[in-house]
């Protein structure tokens, strides 16, 4: 197998196991909310919001350390270990008990900065400047399968349901861990590429040696990967770039957690309302799936550029919120097990809601597989810190959004978004049209 050959595949296994994992978390996310509601009638008194503001905001502060982690353990085993913590996390639904759910989102947080870090990392260290959009795509198109098989079952197994009962729960978190387990065990497939052959071998020969002056080598990379993380946070390109990225967070709180509570919480959807929760996240993956498609392979070697990209994205969220704010009940991101009979500016629609998921769906591929394009074209040399920089941004505005979300109506959620997106295309546009210059000039911190 070619060099390119054999990096692609890790490319298509990396992305395969993410599909696993992620069918598992992402799935889990979409319905926590949903099922918490359900239980809290008994002994469990969690809130899936407040869950995932610890995650994302325990997420955020440990991005700090992520890059020495990968730096020490390499991303594979960082990416294994972490699978792990997801699964566990996961598994704690099976049997629920308060202090072992906020526990378990804790430990989760710490896993998901490592996860990502190793990710990026695993990215770029398999592509270069002319397969990064191509493979941005690729993962990303993978990765989003996972929001359509998971969301597929939830669809046909709640079918008619208004209550979820213990056995349906269990039965669905079961089958979730086991599928977070096949992903996390897949990272093994993953092969050296063969460009870094000779250095690893190095350290491994090293190792093997029981030579002292390899463990010391490991803790000059972790102590470079956080003075290098440190100063790149002081840079143009990124401080412009947090701008994006800290609406990715937002919406990403939005589509994968509140918009499905929000539909399952309309009365007026009958007796469909917590299976459509279901064909919500179909669809938002099936707008994944097609934007991570398209713009990874069909613009290839980033002939047409990104901003074209960013742009499409932007104008099919604020499509998709303006339609929201129509259809959706204001305060159906805040209502009761008894739901909500409020209504909008029109009859809710199911149809509508879930175009809207379409949407929500293709708009986030837009953003994130260019902000994976630019940041592994950018800092192809500094990857793990970039992409612990972009991790961390993104998940401390999820966890302030998945805060607020336990207070704010629907209408005022939408207009954070409108606004911070606005503003995060703008900043976008200006670092792709200073990026030539910046590669040109190599990884010079000074920029401020």
Known sequence: MSSESKKLF??????????????????????????????NSTD????????????????????????????????????????????????????PFTWAFYTASVFIGIAAAVLWTAQGNCLTINSDENTIGRNSGVFWALLQFSLFFGNLYIYLAWQGKTHISEGDRRTVFIALTVISLVGTVLFFLIRKPEESNT???????????????????????????????????????????????????????????????????????????????????????????????????VNKNNRFGRNPVVILGIVVHFVAFYLIFFNMPNNAPLASIEGTNDQAYMNPSKELAIFCSFLLGLGDSCFNTQLLSILGFLYSEDSAPAFAIFKFVQSICAAVAYFYSNYLLLQWQLLIMVVVGFFGTISFFTVEWEAPAFVARGSDYSSI
Do not use: W
């Not at 969690?46 to 020490?72: C, K």
């Not at 840079?235 to 412009?240: A, C, F, P, R």
């Open 44 to 95: 469990f008194h969690g809130s899936g919001y407040t869950s995932m503001a610890i995650i994302y905001g325990v997420f955020s502060a440990s991005n700090l350390i992520s890059p020495s982690v990968v730096a020490i353990v390499g991303p594979q085993i960082s990416m294994f270990v972490s699978g792990i913590f997801y699964s566990a996390y996961i598994a704690v639904f099976i049997q």
């Open 10 to 39: 890790n490319i298509i296994i990396l992305g395969v196991a993410f599909m696993f994992m992620f069918t598992a978390f992402q799935t889990c996310g979409n319905v926590a909310q949903t099922v918490i509601t359900n239980l």
């Open 199 to 297: 250095h690893e071998g190095e350290d491994s020969t090293n190792e093997n040696l029981g030579d002292a002056s390899s463990s010391q080598s490991k803790m000059t990379r972790a102590v470079d990967a956080f003075k290098r993380s440190m100063k790149l946070c002081l840079t143009k390109e990124i401080l412009l770039l947090s701008i994006t990225t800290a609406y990715t967070g937002l919406e990403l709180t939005f589509f994968s957690g509140v918009y499905g509570t929000c539909i399952g919480a309309v009365n007026k959807f009958g007796s469909d309302e917590k299976s459509l929760i279901g064909l919500s996240g179909i669809f938002i993956g099936i707008g994944e799936i097609l934007g991570g498609g398209f713009f990874g392979l």
